[in-house]
């Protein structure tokens, strides 16, 4: 089993690369701090093919700013989410990649200056570089019925550990990073 998780694991890291190759086609990038200019998206619609699963649906109960640094990730019935945030003033960046089976659309949140959001030309990855100050930044998503959504994390350049991902309102953790969600029936 856990040959298997690795393999995946590593399946997702060289699909994210792959996926970084092809050129950016939109880029959310914020000069004013706390701007959230953002395209217009449709709203999440049901798919036929399931639902995303319970461990990731609803806002994390540990999020607030200033909150452990990490990631915080959650789905609920507008889509998907993705906050940074620290505890104290000091300057962290947050980085990482979200690849999907099907296109993405992304808004970005409370972005201040040098964060930035990127999709690429096909629509299936999302890049961001959110330089965070203790304070909220981040970005929703919509994936379009994808059945599987990859997601990897770093913070200053280190891959995030496990216990630094929070998904759901239950605070779970993957069991690794990068990881995978992937639609039930």
């Not at 701007?35 to 319970?54: F, I, K, L, M, R």
């Not at 906050?83 to 690849?99: K, L, M, N, P, Q």
């Not at 099907?102 to 930035?116: C, G, I, Q, S, T």
């Amino acid at each position: 089993m856990n040959l298997h998780r690795r393999i995946i694991g590593g399946l997702v890291g060289i699909s994210t690369m792959v996926a970084l190759a092809a050129a950016p086609a939109s880029v959310f990038a914020s000069t004013d701090a706390g701007s959230s200019a953002a395209p217009s998206v449709a709203t999440t619609a049901a798919c036929a093919d399931g639902h995303w699963p319970s461990s990731v649906q609803g806002r994390p109960t540990a999020f607030h700013a200033g909150a452990k640094a990490g990631d915080y990730i959650w789905h609920d019935a507008s889509g998907w989410h993705l906050r940074v945030t620290h505890a104290g003033s000091g300057r962290e960046v947050f980085t990482g990649t979200i690849v999907s089976s099907a296109p993405l659309d992304a808004v970005p949140v409370k972005l201040e200056k040098n964060d930035v959001v990127t999709l690429s030309a096909d629509k299936r990855t999302i890049t961001f570089r959110l330089v965070n100050y203790g304070a909220i930044d981040g970005f929703d998503f919509w994936a379009s019925c994808a059945s599987r959504i990859g997601f990897a994390g770093r913070l200053d350049g280190v891959r995030l550990p496990t216990s630094r991902i929070w998904l759901g309102h239950h605070d779970r953790h993957p069991l690794e990073n990068p990881f995978v969600v992937i639609r039930v029936g």
